[in-house]
């Protein structure tokens, strides 16, 4: 075997080994080009076959040819199965027909976790967790809560009135969505005697509607009947709360307030949980938070659920959950809880 013959061999043998290497149709062109084209190295081979003597230039031509072919068959190969593998790769995703895209996985709403945390913290201090239904009797909504029928909150203006069913007995005005969850300390009180230890969490409604009240939002109700309870008693047990519920020993305050079903009422703040009452920027500077309402149960609520108010006492609060889990989650505006928007959520991982 010539140098020549030898050269035509290890072209053909360079023209698979970079036929191999190329990833794309371009790729496997320009190697053709590079030997096969009209410059193409086994071309230029091709023109030194004039320059040899004639019994030479037959098996030197067959070689190349042979040479040449070969290369056009592996450059033709190289391109089918470039085009497979393309054609592999968009059809991919089906290739496995039991194969599920990975969904990421769901969390629970900021409310619900603080929903849940609250009931956790209650029921560890001994505390029932009840329920209450949504459309409520007025009656337990306002009337046996001492709220009376010329109460500001009885005004369409701040109350959703459901309609009852055609042709029943009831009138309009005598269903509600109940507008806070103290009508549940009616329900108990009907349906229980004291002692009487019970939080209810719960949706509520109102015609409220801007960055701060929403028509639709949650409320916890707390309520505790027995024999010679106090007031000292409900301090000291919001005080075990926010302190049980943040982690950190916080100071409660009352500030005299009124809410018809409660003598005397106050609304009740805690000490900031996030500088400890020196100032900061969620409790605006004043180094207290509001939380909400409460008080001693009023006598005549007792008498409207058949309970001895000289026998017993009671105490009862009720706060915001949306507002308490905005605090908890800094968020400013309480209409994103409700919004549904899932970016928006999956800043909460679990
Ligand atoms: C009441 O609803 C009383 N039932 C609380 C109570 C219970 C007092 C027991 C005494 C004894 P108030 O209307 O202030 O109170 O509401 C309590 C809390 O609900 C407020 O402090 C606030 O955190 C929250 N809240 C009231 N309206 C809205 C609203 N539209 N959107 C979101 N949160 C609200």
Redesign the pocket.
Known sequence: MSDDETLAGLLHAFVEVELRGALTLDDAYACKVKYLGKKGLLTELSRTLGSLAPEQRRARGQEINEAKAAAELAYEARCAALKAEAEARELGVFEDLTWIPPTPPGTLHPVTRTRRALERVFASMGFDVVDGPHVEWARYNFDDLNIGPDHPARDMADTFFVSPPAGSRWSPGDLVLR????PV?VRTMLTRRPPIRIVALGT?F?R??DA????M???I???CVDERVSMADLRATLYRFVSAFFERPLEVRFRPSF?P??EP?A?FDMQCPFCGGKGCSVCKGSGWI??????MVHPAVFEACGIDPERYTGW?????I??MAMLMHQIHD?RLLFEGDVRFLEQFPC
Do not use: C, K, N, Y
């Open positions: 507008t806070h969850t103290s300390q509520v109102r409220d509607d701060t009240h929403s028509p939002f949650h409320q109700e707390g309520l809410f079903f409660v009422g609304e509001e939380l909400g309402g409460a008080g009862a609060f009720g706060f915001g949306d507002r309480l």
